[in-house]
Nanobody, 121 residues
Framework: QVQLVESGGGSVQAGGSLRLSCVTT????????MGWFRQAPGQEREGIAA????????YYSESVKGRFTISQDNAKNNMTLQMHSLKPEDTAMYYC??????????????RGQGTQVTVSS
């Protein structure tokens, strides 16, 4: 059974940093893409970062560009999201996704259960 497990969420003050991790278990292939999305209460899901394994290309939403960095480990099935200069509007549940469709790798594929990020002003 394929599982994606996120970790690293927490509570920080505005301007702080957090590092999220996503670990894949039970998958014998290499994800062709991995991504992060977030969802705040009452709001729509927002794709924020994605990385494509073979090309190494990365994509960021305008809301996080320049502040967040997505990366994969050597095994290519685990990834991190380094977040700097966090803002209160970054508060949301953060999810990782893998081997899905669309720019953010979200359509179908695999998803984790999420990790909460809370940024206070």
């Amino acid at each position: 059974q394929v599982q994606l497990v996120e970790s690293g969420g927490g509570s920080v003050q505005a301007g702080g940093s957090l590092r999220l991790s996503c670990v894949t278990t039970g998958y014998t292939y290499t994800h062709y893409c991995m991504g992060w999305f977030r969802q705040a209460p009452g709001q729509e899901r927002e794709g924020i970062a994605a990385i494509y394994t073979h090309s190494g290309n990365t994509y960021y939403s305008e809301s996080v560009k320049g502040r967040f960095t997505i990366s994969q480990d050597n095994a290519k099935n685990n990834m991190t999201l380094q977040m700097h200069s966090l803002k209160p509007e970054d508060t949301a549940m953060y999810y990782c996704a893998a081997s899905g469709g669309g720019r953010w790798c979200l359509d179908g594929g695999y998803r984790g259960q999420g990790t909460q990020v809370t940024v206070s002003s």
